[in-house]
């Protein structure tokens, strides 16, 4: 699944092509993806005007002047796909099928933004005028803004803390890939217990995931499958990362001379350095 850097990267691509622009067509070409798609979705569209673009967690937020607020998930993987216009220049993949495009916009200066999804994972949804999404509802603070603060989080919790961390209630948006970056920077096991976790280290994992997720983000993501920018292209954070899918390589931390080695957590694998990480 895509995980907060590749979708802010897909947010920040979309949004010169977006905001302010009025929807003047939309195509549904089929009635579902991973849940049925909205009845009025083509109704409620056409016509309006995309005043703001936001995120919240891995969920894409489009502002309408009228109505609803769209609600939209890649899944696993779900592509947007930017053609025509005044300020595209980009080229469809010979990859990217046509027959896996399901919504598509077309734009009033011409542009297109189409949903293209080959394993229909992802999901586009309506947010009704003052209503919450339950796929929002609970979840936490998220990683980039001022109020995340794990101390209350970790306090107490026996769960080990790559665990933790992942649970969308705890904090909002992290996934597999960048917590375990994020862990080896902070020389933590993601084997221990969270509430086992010192204050001081805690401040200091705050900060690593910050600067993870930020130098991710300015690297338009990690391209390890399936996640493209709006423009396209591939993302290239994965050429930077420490210990994921490093299984059996040197530890990249001056000093250390330990190897990456690869767990399963909670179904998940897990890469950490087991001779500096503690």
């Known amino acids: 699944m ?15 092509h977006l905001v302010g622009q009025k929807i003047a067509r939309v195509e549904v070409r089929r009635p579902d993806l991973r849940w049925p798609l909205p009845v009025d979705l083509v109704q409620v569209l056409t016509g309006a005007t995309v005043t703001d673009l936001g995120r919240r967690s891995k969920y894409l937020l489009g502002t309408l002047d009228r109505g609803p607020v769209l609600l939209l998930h890649l899944g696993m993987s779900g592509r947007m796909l930017v ?3 005044p300020l595209a220049e980009f080229h469809r993949d010979p990859g990217v099928l046509p027959r896996h495009d399901h919504v598509v916009l077309t734009m009033a200066d011409g542009t297109t933004i189409t949903f293209n999804d080959a394993r229909r994972f992802g999901m586009v949804d309506l947010i009704a005028p003052g ?3 339950p ?3 609970k979840l936490g603070p998220e990683p980039l803004e001022g109020d995340l603060n794990l101390a209350p989080v970790f306090a107490g919790k026996k769960a080990p803390v790559k665990q933790v961390l992942l649970d969308q209630r ?3 948006g992290l996934g597999n890939i960048y917590v375990s970056e994020a862990l080896h920077r902070a020389g933590i096991d993601p084997r221990r217990a969270a509430g086992r976790i010192g204050a001081a280290r805690i401040a200091a994992l705050q900060g690593h995931i910050r600067d993870v997720l930020t130098e991710a983000i300015a690297a338009g993501g ?3 499958r399936d996640h493209r920018q709006a423009s396209g292209e591939l993302g290239y954070f994965q050429h930077s990362f420490r210990v994921y899918d490093r299984e059996g390589a040197p ?9 990456i080695r690869r767990i399963v957590q909670s179904g998940r694998s897990s890469f950490y350095c087991p001779q500096c990480q503690r």
Do not use: D, I, M, Q
Not at 3 to 16: A, C, D, F, I, K
Not at 251 to 259: A, F, I, K, L
């Open 170 to 172: 705890r904090v909002a």
């Open 135 to 137: 796929l929002l509802a």
């Open 131 to 133: 209503a919450v999404h």
């Open 83 to 85: 053609e025509g216009g």
């Open 222 to 224: 990690s391209s390890l």
């Open 251 to 259: 530890c990249p931390r001056p000093g250390c001379n330990g190897t």
């Open 2 to 16: 895509p995980e907060l850097p590749e979708v802010e990267t897909v947010r920040r691509g979309l949004e010169p």
